[in-house]
């Protein structure tokens, strides 16, 4: 899928006829993007709801207006993944949660870990998960998603456990090499449900949070012989995932 990404709220009843692209999205569609008639565009809603349009004419400074034929419905990822990601510092989370879009994650969740210094609390918080919500979306948008992924609200430690208990492999990113982890390359992966990975902080995850990962049945796995950043590990981890399960073939 080649054509520019534009996010819709609803669809029209009938999926069909002259549609109207206005407010901030036909804005960039008309004068970031100068789409001309004739061209096409992908209009979806981001949860898996899409359609191909042409181009019929732009109108002032944010008004597109296309012709859709059908609206189509991605299926469902099969097995999904869901990375819970420790709050790295900075704007690293931010390049954490755009590059896994861009691979194709499903699911992110912002994780407290104990060793995290930056703290998701009161307005600070919903500022930062707000950006993070903004930053899964137009990723989703650059990289010609139509199922964008979610990004829940800030999770403790006690309820990634209870998220790992429910996956079909629960799988912890963890580098300390005396510790016993596998190679995530050899890990036995289900043909469906559920992959939850788990993704530390700078400082690595916890000794009593391992503890209570593995209590909940996750598996300890490294991705090699190096030490990644946080907001690295996942994007390789998922990507060395999406290769394994066949959604990238």
């Known amino acids: 899928?080649?054509?520019?990404?534009?996010?819709?709220?609803?669809?029209?009843?009938?999926?069909?006829?002259?549609?109207?692209?206005?407010?901030?999205?036909?804005?960039?569609?008309?004068?970031?993007?100068r789409l001309q008639?004739?061209?096409e565009v992908v209009l979806t809603d981001g949860a898996g709801r899409w359609a191909v349009c042409e181009v019929l004419a732009a109108e002032g400074k944010d008004r597109l207006v296309v012709r859709m034929t059908s609206v189509s419905e991605e299926p469902e990822p099969s097995p999904r993944i869901t990375v819970?990601?420790?709050?790295?510092?900075g704007d690293r989370g931010e390049v954490a949660v755009e590059t896994m879009t861009e691979v194709g994650v499903d699911r992110i969740v912002p994780w407290q870990a104990a060793r995290c210094i930056?703290?998701?609390?009161?307005?600070r918080g919903l500022k930062s998960l707000a950006k993070w919500r903004g930053t899964a979306r137009e990723a989703g948008k650059?990289?010609?998603?139509?199922?964008?992924?979610?990004?829940?609200?800030?999770?403790t430690t006690k309820q990634v456990a209870a998220l790992l208990a429910e996956a079909d492999l629960a799988a912890v990113l963890h580098s300390d090499f005396e510790h016993g982890s596998e190679p995530l390359a050899a890990a036995e992966l289900p043909a469906g449900g559920e992959i939850v990975l788990v993704v530390g902080p700078e400082?690595?995850?916890?000794?009593?949070?391992?503890?209570?990962?593995?209590?909940?049945?996750?598996?300890?796995?490294?991705?090699?012989?190096?030490?990644?950043r946080t907001s690295t590990a996942g994007t390789a981890a998922a990507a060395l995932l999406l290769g394994r399960t066949g959604r990238w073939s």
């Open 1 to 33: 899928m080649t054509a520019p990404v534009f996010v819709v709220e609803d669809f029209p009843a009938g999926g069909a006829g002259q549609y109207v692209l206005d407010g901030p999205e036909g804005r960039h569609a008309v004068s970031v993007k």
């Open 37 to 39: 008639p004739g061209e």
């Open 84 to 89: 819970v990601q420790a709050l790295p510092k």
């Open 118 to 123: 930056t703290q998701w609390k009161g307005e």
């Open 142 to 155: 650059q990289s010609r998603r139509v199922r964008f992924p979610e990004v829940t609200d800030a999770t």
């Open 203 to 228: 400082g690595g995850v916890a000794r009593d949070e391992i503890a209570l990962f593995e209590e909940a049945g996750a598996k300890a796995y490294t991705l090699g012989p190096t030490v990644m």
